[in-house]
Structures are given as structure tokens and as C-alpha cells.
């Protein structure tokens, strides 16, 4: 197997940049690119293990998911995994499936081989023993779900916003009694997507909604619509991807004509549904966005290279049929801890 000093002559370069462009610093672009054709073409490898030693690192980091089955989760982790990858970093993943004191636990077990950097996806800060994050000696992120921990850097999604402006865009159509299917209030960003709705209809009292509590499920959507549209609804929207296939199948079953007989409005993460509804209005998160900024950041800590350490980080959801501009939801606004 090569050496580092095979590659550095090889490239034309000093065993320094070599190293430096190992660790993921950026050199001149032309050098760059000289080492890295050394390196396929030398078929050089890292010794991970005497890089990790030398430099006090595991490179590797640890991941938490509520639910790594759904969705969005799949998105974000691949997205994740992909800049990791990049950086020559490995992923400990890991689930705690909405129990507190899993993911305590599971908190522990990451901390406990010793990652370089923490991500906890949709864990309550109000949880039994999430204080202990205040303690943790590595850099650690929160994704949707805030922190006020100095800490713990911060990713969000403005559902809220999102909701508001999509339940506006249906009373300025002329509609008067919409229907929702929202999940269990527990969580923060449930609680969050019916927010949105309570702040469209403040300013209409002649608007009625009329709310049914899923459980995130395809059958509860199911049920949700059929029994919001035995309440003659004139607009439905869905407050999430698996719960709305289960209010379409509902709708198709019993004869009701989207954009005909009902407006139908839902969050998609794949925008699954776009050969089967159209002129409708859907959700989408950036899970793609998401998933890289989280792995960017987190790298950015582990070198010792970011700013503002505690700042939180919201993005924009895209909401197809209102005309947004896919671009700026790459964006997040920033904001710091005073």
C-alpha cells in the first residue's frame, strides 16, 4: 500500500498539504486535484485508527432518530451520511422510537463509544435527563426540536410558518370550514403545524375548523377523513405524509373529487402524490438541506472552526402550488445566542 510520502510525490506536493487535505482543509484548487488523482491513482488509504490516535478523534458520529423508518428520516440520514463519508467520518445510528428514556439511554451508549459529534433528531428538551447534554464534552445538534442549551446547536423547520401562509392561501380561496388531521400534541413540531393553523383562522371568525388527532398513521388518516368530511368540510389538510396517503385512499373509496367536491392540502416529503393530485398544495421539507447543513456544522465544531456555538438554524419548507422558489429554502436564517 502507498505512503503518504508516496502520494505528496506523486502530486507534486509536500507531506503537509497532504495532511491538511486529509484533516479536510482547503488548499489551492489546482493542488487539490493533484492530490486527489494521487490518491485514486496510487490507491493510497488512510491508517484510521493511527489518524484517530494521533489526533484524539474517533471519526466517527453518532446519529439519533425518533423514527429512522420514515420518510424524512431516510432523507435526512442519507444526506448525512453523504458529507460524513466525504469528510471520513463513519455513522453510529441509532432509534429510540419516541421514548424518553430510550433515547437518554441510547444518549449514553453513543457517548460511550466515544463519537466525535452528536445529532439528536426529534428529542425533547423537557425529557428526563436531556440536561445532560449541557455536560457533554463533544459538539451536539438538535434537529427539530429546540435547545436553550449554550452547547447544542440548534436545526429547525418553519412549519409553523408554512401552515399559516398554506391555511391563508385556502381563506383567501373562499373557503369556510377546513378540516385537519394533526398528530399527538406531544411533540414539538405537531404542536407547531397546528399552531400555524390556530394563527391563519385568528383574524377569520366566520372560518370554522374542525380538528381530528391521528397518531401519524395511514388507517388514522383514513378514519380522520372520513370523519371530517361527514362534517361537510369544504378544504382538508393533512399535517403529515403517512396520514394523508390514508385520507386520499378514503377520499378515492368514497367518490370524493379533489379540487371538485374538496380542497386538498398535505405535507409530502418525496412528493409522492405528484402524478396522482393535481393543483394541489403541498408541504415539502428540505430534508436534503437539512441533512447536509447538520453534517456541515457538526464537522465545523469537531475542527474548531465555527462561529456562534448555540445558534439556531430555520429553514424554510417549499409549498408547490404557491410559487416558492425551490432555491431559497437552502438558506436558513441564523439565529444567535445572546
Known sequence: MASIREVAKAAGVSVGSISRYLNGQQLKATNMEKIKKAIDDLGYQENIIA?????NKSFSVGLLMNNISSRLSMD???????????AGYSIL?????????????????LISHAVDGLIIF????????????????????????????????????DDRGSVRRLISHLIA?????????????????????????????????DVKVSTFYGDY??????EGAQQLINRHIDALFVCNFNMSLGALEYCNRAGVRIDQDLSFSHFDYLDEMSNLISNRLV????????????????????????????????????????????????????????
Open 51 to 55: 489518524k484517530g490516535l494521533k489526533n
Open 217 to 222: 398513521s395511514r388507517p388514522s388518516g383514513f
Open 93 to 109: 445510528l441509532s432509534g429510540f422510537e419516541g421514548s424518553p428514556e430510550r433515547a437518554v439511554n441510547k444518549i449514553d451508549y
Open 283 to 338: 408541504i415539502q421539507q428540505p430534508a436534503k438541506e437539512i441533512g447536509g447543513m447538520c453534517a456541515e456544522r457538526l464537522l465545523d465544531r469537531i475542527n474548531h472552526q465555527a462561529k456562534d456555538v448555540g445558534s439556531t438554524f430555520i429553514f424554510d419548507n417549499l409549498i408547490v402550488g404557491l410559487g416558492d422558489d425551490q432555491n431559497a429554502i437552502n438558506k436558513p436564517k441564523i439565529i444567535t445566542k445572546s
Open 122 to 157: 426529534e428529542a425533547d428538551k423537557s425529557w428526563p435527563g436531556m440536561a445532560k447534554l449541557a455536560n457533554v464534552k463533544v459538539p451536539v445538534i438538535s434537529l427539530n426540536n429546540p435547545s436553550d442549551l449554550p452547547n447544542v446547536d440548534t436545526v429547525l423547520v
Open 173 to 205: 380561496q373562499g373557503h369556510h370550514h377546513i378540516g385537519i388531521i394533526t398528530a399527538p400534541q406531544s411533540d414539538y413540531t405537531a404542536r407547531e403545524r397546528l399552531a400555524g393553523v390556530h394563527e391563519a383562522v385568528r383574524d377569520h371568525p
Open 76 to 86: 435526512i440520514v442519507s444526506s448525512i451520511e453523504e458529507v460524513m463519508e466525504n
